[in-house]
């Protein structure tokens, strides 16, 4: 009787265990798999390597994109600037209204994450953010809105929140 009453416990030990296991290891790899995106969007920006950027960019936000680049063959260093500009208004209506040197704003910009949200197949990663305008050293505080696809995340939009870092 002790035996299978040792064994019981022992089953639903290893059942918790792997239960916190696997839902503690879920949160954390989406989480890890957005932070990977934003760093590599932010280098990305900083080498203005405009296919590491849309690689990075949710489908919606990039095919439009790929399909004006490849009918125009916009891929000379000469148009860098045209790409990026239409990467930045493709990401939100913030850049395309305020008229930001969009290519000074990408090459200097540091993002530091400061917190993760997860809804179903979406997730908000919220960062402090400085960059370069004018040669005037700028921070802002924003969100990087992201999407899941097979199982893929990708940047789908992004703003500022605040004036300031937090």
């Given at each position: 009787?002790?035996?299978?009453?040792?064994?019981?416990?022992?089953?639903i030990g290893m059942i918790?265990?792997?239960?916190?296991?696997?839902?503690?290891?879920?949160?954390?790899?989406?989480?890890?798999?957005?932070?990977?995106?934003?760093?590599?969007?932010?280098?990305?920006?900083?080498?203005?390597?405009?296919?590491?950027?849309?690689?990075?960019?949710?489908?919606?936000?990039?095919?439009?994109?790929?399909?004006?680049?490849?009918?125009?063959?916009?891929?000379?260093?000469?148009?860098?600037?045209?790409?990026?500009?239409?990467?930045?208004?493709?990401?939100?209506?913030q850049f395309e209204e305020?008229?930001?040197?969009?290519?000074?704003?990408?090459?200097?910009?540091?993002?530091?994450?400061?917190?993760?949200?997860?809804?179903?197949?979406?997730?908000?990663?919220?960062?402090?953010?400085?960059?370069?305008?004018?040669?005037?050293?700028?921070?802002?505080?924003?969100?990087?809105?992201?999407?899941?696809?097979?199982?893929?995340?990708?940047?789908?939009?992004?703003?500022?929140?605040?004036?300031t870092a937090r």
């Open positions: 009787m002790k035996k299978m009453e040792l064994k019981k416990k022992v089953i918790c265990f792997f239960g916190i296991i696997l839902l503690t290891g879920c949160g954390n790899k989406n989480k890890e798999e957005c932070n990977n995106i934003i760093n590599e969007f932010e280098y990305a920006c900083n080498e203005l390597d405009v296919d590491a950027m849309l690689r990075c960019l949710h489908p919606d936000v990039a095919d439009p994109i790929k399909a004006i680049l490849s009918v125009t063959n916009m891929i000379s260093g000469e148009e860098t600037e045209d790409i990026v500009d239409m990467i930045a208004s493709g990401l939100g209506e305020s008229g930001l040197d969009s290519e000074e704003m990408f090459n200097s910009l540091d993002i530091e994450i400061t917190d993760f949200e997860k809804n179903e197949g979406t997730a908000d990663v919220y960062a402090d953010i400085s960059f370069n305008l004018a040669g005037e050293p700028m921070e802002r505080y924003g969100v990087f809105h992201m999407t899941q696809v097979n199982k893929q995340w990708y940047i789908s939009s992004f703003e500022f929140t605040a004036d």
